[in-house]
């Protein structure tokens, strides 16, 4: 079985800093992908960014990007130019694709509470 | 609808009473999931449906849970002499089916938090 850890339980940084968010996962599949989700306070997981493993190019969006390394099994999550607004919970999350029958079971990390100092 | 959305937002129940949880999602979405989310904790997966059948409900407890999505659009989680253990978040979420480009991305409601008292 999949699984996922986040070794860090909170984590704190200042305004306009840089944040990196550590996950790593355990799996012998080869085609699958990895997500960072975000969960303010009002629980509404939200979608921060994707990466799909046979991509060797580490995702971005806007100010957040990843650093995938696959052999280490190691999925970052880096935040740039830190806003309040980026103050959440936290989640790594790890699916399994299998082809045109795959569907969206995720394996989600324990996850990191971020906080946002202003 | 243009979001998931799940009622109600909070339930507080007592030991052995039945719940039911509703969950209304993105309209064209064919596969819906129920995922649970103790507290301090990642959601884990309860059950997939893919239209009206439930295609995988591995994640299901036990047999005090039960699922169903008649019409192929809203679906009801549905818990019977709830136990204390019951107590978590309930997170319903949709997303397209089949190509990778839709499959993989689920969009979440808020939650139906359940406290079993």
């Known amino acids: 079985a999949q699984t996922v850890t986040q070794s860090q339980p909170e984590m704190s940084v200042q305004e306009a800093e840089t944040v990196t968010l550590s996950c790593t996962y355990d799996t012998s599949e080869s085609d699958y992908y990895l997500f960072w989700y975000k969960q303010p306070p009002s629980r509404q997981m939200i979608l921060v960014i994707r990466?799909?493993?046979?991509?060797?190019q580490n995702a971005t969006e806007n100010r957040f990007s990843v650093n995938f390394q696959k052999a280490a099994k190691s999925f970052s999550l880096k935040i740039s130019d830190s806003q309040l607004g980026d103050a959440a919970m936290y989640f790594c999350a790890y699916l399994r694709w299998a082809g045109g029958t795959s569907y969206g079971k995720l394996t989600f990390g324990q996850g990191t509470i971020l906080t946002v100092h202003p | 609808g243009a979001g998931v959305s799940q009622t109600p937002s909070n339930k507080v129940t007592e030991k052995g009473k039945y719940v039911e949880l509703r969950c209304d999602p993105i309209?064209?979405?064919?596969?819906l999931y129920w995922y649970r989310q103790s507290l301090g904790q990642g959601p884990e997966f309860l059950i997939y449906?893919?239209?009206?059948?439930?295609?995988?409900d591995s994640g299901l407890p036990n047999d005090r849970f039960f699922a169903v999505r008649p019409e192929g659009s809203v679906s009801t989680l549905k818990i019977q002499r709830t136990e204390r253990g019951d107590s978590a978040v309930y997170l319903c979420?949709?997303?397209?089916?089949?190509?990778?480009?839709?499959?993989?991305?689920?969009?979440f409601g808020a939650g139906s938090r359940l406290t079993v008292l």
């Open positions: 979420a949709s997303s397209l089916s089949g190509a990778r480009s839709g499959a993989n991305v689920l969009t």
């Open positions: 990466q799909e493993a046979y991509k060797q």
């Open positions: 309209s064209g979405h064919t596969a």
């Open positions: 449906f893919q239209g009206t059948g439930a295609a995988d």
